[in-house]
């Protein structure tokens, strides 16, 4: 079945520091692939997505490639900034099911 | 534009005891979810419905969860009788149509004691 992998949290980091989360997944196609943000009491909102091979969604200073050939989608951001500091998810969408990856939790010192 | 709207935000109940929620979603949107976030987790799916049709409920735990989506727009999501593990964050999102971005409401924080 379709399935979505993440890094293991916590991730603390310093402010403007560099930020990678990983995420790979498995599907019997080609899914939309997204990340959403969870920030502390809140619900879930989407951050970018990519539906097709090689795109790169972007927002907020945040980027992800769609990678077809390592079946990636890992999330990067130049410079973080405490108010990152929220729980990131992967998703995948393939036929008409969203599946959602673990979430990885990210902290961000000043 | 409003958002999802989700009530209550929090519920607390004993076990075997019985609980519903209620999900309004954004003005015009066919496609509705509901997910079950036990804490550490990602969101499990355990229905989708378009329009007023159920889509997929397969994670459904059909003995004990119910719902509905009368006229295409509100949902309720019933468990009946809730377990210990039933605690979670309940939450539901809607979209345009089915695949399109997903907006999620605050979800509905429900303990089991």
């Known amino acids: 079945g379709n399935s979505v992998t993440q890094m293991e949290g916590p991730v603390t980091l310093s402010e403007e520091a560099f930020l990678t989360i990983n995420c790979t997944y498995t599907a019997t196609g080609y899914p939309s692939l997204f990340w959403y943000v969870q920030y502390p009491g809140e619900g879930l909102q989407l951050l970018l997505k990519a539906t097709k091979a090689d795109d790169k969604g972007s927002n907020k200073g945040f980027e992800a490639t769609y990678r077809k050939e390592t079946t990636s989608f890992h999330l990067e951001k130049g410079s973080v900034q405490v108010s990152d500091s929220a729980v990131y998810f992967c998703?995948?969408?393939?036929?008409?099911?969203?599946?959602f990856g673990p979430g990885t939790r990210l902290s961000v010192l000043p | 534009e409003a958002g999802v709207a989700q009530s209550p935000r929090y519920k607390i109940i004993e076990k075997r005891q019985s609980v519903a929620f209620w999900c309004n979603p954004i003005?015009?949107?066919?496609?509705l979810y509901w997910y079950q976030q036990i804490l550490g987790q990602g969101p499990k799916l355990l229905i989708q419905f378009q329009n007023n049709g159920v889509v997929d409920d397969s994670q459904l735990p059909k003995d004990r969860f119910s719902a509905e989506r009368l006229k295409g727009v509100d949902s309720t999501l019933k468990i009946q009788p809730a377990k210990l593990e039933d605690s979670a964050v309940y939450l539901c999102?809607?979209?345009?149509?089915?695949?399109?971005?997903?907006?999620f409401g605050p979800g509905t924080r429900l303990t089991v004691t």
């Open positions: 999102a809607s979209s345009p149509t089915t695949g399109w971005e997903q907006y």
């Open positions: 003005s015009g949107h066919a496609t």
């Open positions: 998703a995948l969408f393939y036929g008409q099911n969203f599946v």
